[in-house]
Nanobody
Framework: QVQLVESGGGLVQDGGSLRLSCVGS????????MAWFRQAPGKEREFVAT????????YYADSVKGRFTLSRNNDKSAAYLQMNGLKAEDTARYYC??????????????????WGRGTQVTVSS
């Protein structure tokens, strides 16, 4: 079992930055891929970024590529999403997720077994 808790959300102006953190517990944390998804009101949950368990491979959604950076620290059982150049369309609730058998479907929410409750990010234009 892995429990995930997100933090770092808030209200920021267009062009600003935020750093989201996801802290996990459970002995399997170092062995799982970590990801961030987001969901805006009235929209489906969408993939943002994912990182493999060693931190060597990272994939980003096209909409955030070049602006967001995902990293992890297995010693701290944590993953971090640095978000720069935020836009109004980034406004959403951001969820941390973990999965042990992602395979090539790293963008699919159905491949992730564990989820946090989310943290709200609001970008004012």
């Amino acid at each position: 079992q892995v429990q995930l808790v997100e933090s770092g959300g808030g209200l920021v102006q267009d062009g600003g930055s935020l750093r989201l953190s996801c802290v996990g517990s459970g002995h399997t944390f170092p062995g799982v891929a970590m990801a961030w998804f987001r969901q805006a009101p009235g929209k489906e949950r969408e993939f943002v970024a994912t990182i493999d368990w060693m931190g060597n491979t990272v994939y980003y959604a096209d909409s955030v590529k070049g602006r967001f950076t995902l990293s992890r620290n297995n010693d701290k059982s944590a993953a971090y999403l640095q978000m720069n150049g935020l836009k109004a369309e980034d406004t959403a609730r951001y969820y941390c997720a973990a999965g042990s058998d992602i395979g090539t479907l790293w963008y699919s929410q159905y491949k992730y077994d564990y989820w946090g409750r989310g943290t709200q990010v609001t970008v004012s234009s």
